[in-house]
């Protein structure tokens, strides 16, 4: 199994760069922006980074992992996942190169969004609404923003250069050796503001031919779904978790007269469908469910293991906790824990459901972060995307999983406490049955009435859906 000691050592070197040039107002935005969405760590990152290059310079000279360390304060494994949140935000890009069993890294920064391009993004400036709230989020739009200069009473009077210029001689422009010497040398570039580039959403994640099966061309000209109409639509499927099929009702929404599709109205569309079927709510990626074209079950199938398979499919994370919880609001913790994994991660929310559900019954029914974030990242590399292959590679990986559990409470688990025998998710147990050759080991955890409880509860969630194939009182998608 690879975690960041097999992708990054300390000792491993690497030099910083800089796609172009970062003033201090992009790093304003990262502050104020991008910070509250990917955690402070990662700005302490970035900025460091951007310090170790000189100034009207494109490199830094090199460094390893051990000086970045000193610097930050913080471990090699809160670096690695701290760029790889950078990495997720479309805020760095990594390049490896490995010779004799050395390594060399570049980390180039890349230029973060302009504050207009920020607020009119249509994904990441709803994250930061509902993660700030309206008072906050409003502070912060006036913050960059400043009323308009009013000059419908002005004319234009500003003088071109032939105004003022006069043309050289036509000795001097048959002189190409200014031309050629104001080339950049072989291997170099010059220093410039580089376009920043919005976060892609892989348009792979929504069937496009699903969509169109249902739309008509009479309904809707095929040329109107240019690039620009794609990528939002497949931005708005991510962010409000709406199918192709519910995404054909949006798109009609937003035809203009001319047979167009206004990316306005697609995203005001968007927004008032989300909000109908979520009581005005905006989104969190805790809301989201598991895309129709990740999931593998519909429900039908005998096992137990095919029944649960469907509940976490059809469930967002937020309605995992409250089921948890017997219908109580999850703490805000445990919320955004949950939130800034799977952004960071970028997990599907079935597999987050999976990862919450195994993390539950292995932590005193707790959701720790560190712990799932360790896992998180494994489940990321290794590109899953389906509650089952979770469950899969959780179940194989077990013994791994469980080491990390038990480091953290070594200590704690030296003093003499009441045993008993720790338990583990119905659909790896399952599994365990099935191969009674393969012996497991048990820990040994502190007694607690109270967690007890809690997972009697869960245990009757996982019996209720095995019973009914995962129906609930409200409708799933």
């Given at each position: 199994?690879?975690?960041?000691?097999?992708?990054?050592?300390?000792?491993?070197?690497?030099?910083?760069?800089?796609?172009?040039?970062?003033?201090?107002?992009?790093?304003?935005?990262?502050?104020?922006?991008?910070?509250?969405?990917?955690?402070?760590?990662?700005?302490?990152?970035?900025?460091?980074?951007?310090?170790?290059?000189?100034?009207?310079?494109?490199?830094?000279?090199?460094?390893?992992?051990?000086?970045?360390?000193?610097?930050?304060?913080?471990?090699?494994?809160?670096?690695?996942?701290?760029?790889?949140?950078?990495?997720?935000?479309?805020?760095?890009?990594?390049?490896?190169?490995?010779?004799?069993?050395?390594?060399?890294?570049?980390?180039?920064?890349?230029?973060?969004?302009?504050?207009?391009?920020?607020?009119?993004?249509?994904?990441?400036?709803?994250?930061?609404?509902?993660?700030?709230?309206?008072?906050?989020?409003?502070k912060l739009k006036r913050a960059f923003s400043d009323s308009a200069i009013n000059k419908e009473e002005f004319a234009?009077?500003?003088?071109?250069?032939?105004?003022?210029?006069?043309?050289?001689?036509?000795?001097?422009?048959?002189?190409?050796?200014?031309?050629?010497?104001?080339?950049?040398?072989?291997?170099?570039?010059?220093?410039?503001?580089?376009?920043?580039?919005?976060?892609?959403?892989?348009?792979?994640?929504?069937?496009?031919?699903?969509?169109?099966?249902?739309?008509?061309?009479?309904?809707?000209?095929?040329?109107?779904?240019?690039?620009?109409?794609?990528?939002?639509?497949?931005?708005?499927?991510?962010?409000?978790?709406?199918?192709?099929?519910?995404?054909?009702?949006?798109?009609?929404?937003?035809?203009?007269?001319?047979?167009?599709?206004?990316?306005?109205?697609?995203?005001?569309?968007?927004?008032?469908?989300?909000?109908?079927?979520?009581?005005?709510?905006?989104?969190?990626?805790?809301?989201?469910?598991?895309?129709?074209?990740?999931?593998?079950?519909?429900?039908?199938?005998?096992?137990?293991?095919?029944?649960?398979?469907?509940?976490?499919?059809?469930?967002?994370?937020?309605?995992?906790?409250?089921?948890?919880?017997?219908?109580?609001?999850?703490?805000?913790?445990?919320?955004?824990?949950?939130?800034e994994i799977m952004l960071g991660q970028q997990l599907e929310p079935g597999v987050m459901n999976v990862l919450i559900?195994?993390?539950?019954?292995?932590?005193?029914?707790?959701?720790?972060?560190?712990?799932?974030?360790?896992?998180?990242?494994?489940?990321?590399?290794?590109?899953?995307?389906?509650?089952?292959?979770?469950?899969?590679?959780?179940?194989?990986?077990?013994?791994?999983?469980?080491?990390?559990?038990?480091?953290?409470?070594?200590?704690?688990?030296?003093?003499?406490?009441?045993?008993?025998?720790?338990?583990l998710p119905d659909w790896f147990v399952l599994q365990e049955q099935e191969q009674p050759e393969v012996k497991t080991?048990?820990?040994?955890?502190?007694?607690?009435?109270?967690?007890?409880?809690?997972?009697?509860?869960?245990?009757?969630?996982?019996?209720?859906?095995?019973?009914?194939?995962?129906?609930?009182?409200?409708?799933?998608?």
């Open positions: 199994m690879k975690q960041y000691w097999n992708e990054v050592q300390p000792i491993d070197s690497f030099y910083a760069a800089m796609n172009g040039h970062i003033c201090d107002h992009d790093k304003k935005v990262i502050s104020f922006l991008y910070q509250p969405l990917m955690g402070v760590n990662c700005t302490n990152l970035y900025t460091t980074l951007a310090y170790m290059v000189e100034e009207n310079r494109l490199w830094s000279e090199e460094w390893n992992h051990y000086h970045l360390m000193g610097l930050l304060g913080l471990n090699m494994d809160d670096i690695y996942h701290a760029r790889l949140k950078l990495e997720g935000m479309g805020l760095l890009k990594t390049f490896l190169k490995e010779s004799d069993g050395h390594r060399v890294y570049i980390y180039e920064l890349q230029p973060p969004l302009s504050a207009e391009q920020f607020f009119t993004d249509g994904m990441l400036n709803i994250y930061l609404y509902q993660k700030l709230g309206q008072t906050h989020f409003l234009d009077v500003t003088r071109s250069f032939q105004d003022v210029y006069t043309s050289m001689s036509v000795h001097a422009l048959k002189n190409f050796e200014g031309q050629e010497h104001s080339s950049p040398d072989p291997d170099m570039r010059y220093i410039h503001r580089e376009k920043a580039e919005p976060i892609h959403i892989s348009t792979d994640s929504f069937n496009f031919d699903l969509l169109l099966s249902g739309l008509t061309t009479a309904m809707v000209p095929r040329k109107a779904f240019t690039s620009a109409v794609k990528d939002t639509i497949t931005k708005l499927s991510f962010l409000y978790s709406i199918n192709e099929i519910d995404m054909q009702k949006v798109v009609l929404s937003s035809i203009t007269p001319d047979d167009k599709i206004d990316l306005d109205e697609l995203r005001k569309a968007a927004r008032d469908w989300y909000q109908m079927e979520n009581d005005d709510q905006l989104p969190q990626l805790v809301n989201r469910r598991q895309p129709v074209m990740y999931r593998e079950s519909d429900g039908a199938g005998l096992s137990k293991e095919s029944k649960l398979i469907f509940y976490l499919e059809t469930t967002s994370p937020r309605q995992l906790l409250i089921d948890l919880s017997e219908g109580a609001q999850p703490a805000m913790s445990d919320l955004t824990a949950v939130e559900h195994y993390v539950m019954l292995k932590t005193d029914m707790k959701l720790s972060k560190n712990y799932m974030e360790k896992i998180a990242s494994h489940w990321a590399r290794k590109k899953i995307k389906t509650v089952k292959a979770a469950m899969e590679l959780a179940k194989n990986e077990h013994r791994q999983y469980q080491t990390w559990a038990n480091e953290k409470n070594e200590r704690s688990q030296r003093r003499k406490t009441p045993i008993r025998t720790e338990k080991k048990t820990a040994t955890v502190k007694h607690d009435p109270d967690m007890e409880e809690r997972r009697r509860k869960l245990e009757a969630i996982q019996r209720k859906y095995r019973k009914n194939g995962g129906e609930k009182g409200g409708k799933h998608q």
